[in-house]
């Protein structure tokens, strides 16, 4: 049984996944299965996917969107651990190593993200723990325990489940990711996983995350385009995990 399942859900990225997969199989750490879920595309995708053989294992399915391509591959993983890659990004070679080394024995997590640079077309870097506020509650270290995570990460959120690595235990517990959901659905999915137990986060950017210019628009640009549907989805995610985290502490 691997250590590591990935999971890389892909749709018409033909152009992109040859890297995302070499990124995973170039990892240092080598405990790990590569399971590859190509929702319905019609481009060259399948092509560059048989390339790679019995390294990686391929599933097709109709298209049905990024939340379902990574459920089913969560439905096939065998690993203790889940770590998501989306196709048209890349992790560094250190990536796993740290991620569960850390996880593992510096502390007991449910659930453990790294930071990610944002490269722009122009070339440009951001951190994402930047964007979103989280780096200044690492006060200087280099990583940060939360015990008690979900108000940590409703109030951070948006997150990048692409550098994120799952417990696959509690990933069960919190249920997998909700398929009517378009824009939000890493924060709903990593708030419910809050929930299981603590969580941990490093500083280091372990992730490339590439702005490109292409026809599928990734899930920022749909929130700046329709910003009432994204703020609809929001509020939908916040009642949902607000009954949940009632349920959960009323039952204790």
Avoid at 9 to 21: L, V, Y
Avoid at 175 to 202: C, H, K, N, W, Y
């Amino acid at each position: 049984m691997p250590k590591v399942s990935v999971i890389i859900p892909t749709f018409n990225r033909a152009k992109f996944i040859g890297k995302a997969i070499d990124s995973a199989l170039n990892q240092t750490f080598k405990n790990r299965e590569i399971i590859v879920v190509d929702d319905g595309s019609t481009d060259g995708t399948a092509s560059v996917l048989k390339a790679y053989g019995q390294a990686v294992r391929c599933i097709n399915q109709l298209n049905g969107g990024v939340s379902a391509a990574r459920n089913t591959g969560i439905r096939e993983a065998t690993g203790e651990w889940l770590a998501f890659l989306d196709s048209d990004d890349e992790w560094t070679e250190e990536y796993l190593s740290k991620q569960i080394n850390l996880a593992e024995e510096l502390s007991r997590v449910c659930m453990q993200t790294a930071d990610c640079v944002f490269i722009g077309q122009d070339g440009r870097k951001n951190s994402y723990f930047e964007m979103n506020g989280a780096a200044a509650e690492f006060k200087g270290e280099d990583y940060l325990f939360v015990r008690e995570p979900f108000s940590f990460v409703i109030r951070h959120g948006p997150w990048q489940v692409g550098s994120t690595v799952i417990r696959r235990e509690a990933m069960r517990n919190a249920g997998l990711f909700d398929t009517s959901l378009t824009i939000s659905e890493d924060l709903d999915l990593m708030a419910r996983v809050a929930l299981q137990g603590p969580f941990g986060m490093i500083r280091e950017g372990l992730v490339h995350i590439y702005r490109r210019e292409e026809a599928i628009e990734c899930l920022t640009q749909q929130a700046r385009d329709n910003p009432i549907k994204a703020r609809e989805s929001d509020d939908r995610i916040y009642e949902k995990l607000a009954s949940i985290e009632e349920l959960k502490y009323t039952q204790r």
